[in-house]
């Protein structure tokens, strides 16, 4: 610290009081002036404009948010102030909850108006660490699973609240939403909760239900207009419940009686037979959409299809065996109705499996096959079958080859779209001219096989597009693409 100065000691008497210790730093910085005398010459900060929307009343100002899309809307325009963060809240009409607590307390407040509402991740509670060693977590989406690498399996099974918690929270939702639309939720072994929900919300159409077990079906039949239902069923080594949980025959029987307006219905990893799938089909006569992703159900379960008497769609999800033993091919049913077949990551080796498959949907219009395995040329075959294909989608099917994909489409005379992506076993020089031909009179090709394909090079000059718009989505040598837009090419051929 510097000394003090001399002419400043002489004129105190020559005695440095305390304060004068505390304001000598002050005076050092700034000699021969005084601090408050250079903090009044410093002139006082403008003050904030008004806020013009405060002239705007609530109702004009929702008309104004309303025109904002949803992104903005819960994003900046939420940002603003507490007038801005309350009106944009009555906007909202989708919400994903990710704290329970959230749903108990704030959530009637903050947005009122919600016709759709995800409360599956704030049902989900956080994992427990080891007492005396961190343990590692698996995050995938919503769900965390703890994993303990000297226990075998490794994966610990995922927690959720307690039911009596659940049934609260749902209970607050079935009081505070009369008009909610579509919900998602973690079904609890009383369902008192959901039958608040059905009592409360009478305009209930789409319901998502997870660890679902038979008896937690039970308060499905009181949503009396209820038209889309997706339950995943309880899984012992996920959800951690006893080998009696899941979804079984008694399920599927209790969903189908109460359920009768069902037009979709999704089931994950749901169990059950023949009798089962028989029991929607009967009662609910108005099902037209129907997807069994990774099932357990027992032999024998593909011919109940035949009683879904008004099913249009049929989308088989990550399934590793389509069905152990169809039985005899005659005493298959058909589903007459059937428009869509759809195979998404499903195992398809099992030929007699395949081929039941295929005798069942032997009406169907449209075919699609995403990445599935075991798909060959002789199981690709089987596919003659559907005689009646419009449209033929082959995505990830690295087994099929040229051949293989020409002995099948030659075969159907009312094909008029096709798409074949990321078949890398399907070549351009292969293509024969009978091949070339039908390309020739189809409405639409998206032929893409894989990254080296040439084909709108190679076929320039054979009148493709004669009969309908042809599409090739990919960059031709020698020619500049536009994203988005339509090039004119010789030969009626567009990029």
């Not at 209970?171 to 008192?192: C, D, I, M």
């Not at 959800?239 to 979709?264: M, N, P, Q, S, W």
């Not at 009179?441 to 990254?451: G, I, S, T, V």
């Amino acid at each position: 610290m510097p000394e003090p100065d001399r002419h400043l000691l002489s004129a105190t008497g020559g005695v440095l009081h305390r304060d004068g210790l505390k304001g000598w730093p002050d005076l050092w910085m700034l000699p021969g002036k005084p601090p408050h005398a250079r903090a009044a010459a410093t002139p006082p900060p403008p003050p904030p404009p008004p806020d013009q929307t405060l002239a705007f009343s609530d109702e004009l100002l929702l008309r104004v948010l309303a025109c904002l899309p949803e992104p903005h809307l819960t994003g900046a325009a939420s940002l603003v102030c507490k007038r801005w963060t309350r009106l944009s809240g009555r906007l909202r009409r989708r919400l994903a909850v990710r704290d329970w607590a959230f749903v108990t307390h704030r959530l009637p407040h903050r947005f009122p108006n919600l016709a759709v509402l995800d409360l599956f991740p704030a049902s989900i509670a956080a994992p427990a660490a080891a007492p005396f060693r961190a343990s590692p977590v698996l995050t995938c989406g919503a769900v965390s699973l703890t994993l303990d690498p000297s226990a075998d399996p490794p994966l610990g099974a995922c927690r959720f609240l307690a039911d009596d918690v659940l049934d609260r929270g749902l209970a607050v939702v079935a009081a505070r939403f009369p008009n909610l639309r579509r919900l998602s939720a973690t079904a609890a072994a009383e369902s008192g909760g959901l039958m608040d929900i059905a009592g409360g919300c009478a305009t209930l159409q789409e319901l998502e239900l997870h660890r679902c077990t038979d008896l937690a079906l039970r308060p499905v039949s009181a949503f009396a207009h209820l038209q889309i239902l997706r339950v995943v069923a309880a899984s012992s080594p996920l959800y951690g419940t006893g080998e009696d949980g899941g979804v079984t025959d008694i399920g599927l029987t209790i969903l189908a009686h109460g359920c009768k307006r069902l037009v979709k219905l999704e089931l994950v990893g749901c169990e059950g037979s023949y009798d089962g799938i028989a029991a929607v089909g009967r009662c609910c006569a108005m099902l037209e959409e129907l997807t069994i992703a990774d099932h357990r159900m027992d032999a024998g379960w593909l011919a109940a299809l035949a009683f879904c008497g008004n099913l249009k769609t049929l989308r088989l999800q990550g399934c590793g065996r389509i069905d152990a033993d169809p039985g005899p091919p005659e005493h298959l049913g058909a589903c007459l109705t059937l428009e869509s077949l759809q195979l998404h990551h499903c195992q398809l080796r099992d030929r007699r499996a395949l081929h039941a498959l295929f005798l069942v949907c032997e009406g169907a219009r449209e075919f699609l096959v995403q990445n599935c395995w075991g798909l060959e040329d002789d199981m690709f075959a089987l596919a003659g079958l559907c005689r009646r294909i419009k449209f033929l989608s082959l995505e990830g099917c690295s087994l099929l080859t040229t051949r293989g994909v020409e002995s099948v489409v030659t075969s159907w005379n009312d094909l008029q779209s096709l798409e074949v992506v990321g078949c890398n076993k399907v070549k351009d020089e292969e293509i024969t001219p009978a091949l070339s031909e039908l390309f020739s009179n189809l409405k639409e090709l998206k032929w893409r096989p894989d990254n080296k394909s040439l084909l709108a090079a190679s076929l320039a000059g054979i009148g493709m597009g004669k009969k309908g718009r042809v599409f090739f989505k990919r960059i031709l040598p020698g020619h500049q693409r536009v994203k988005e837009k339509m090039l004119n090419y010789p030969a009626g051929v567009a990029a």
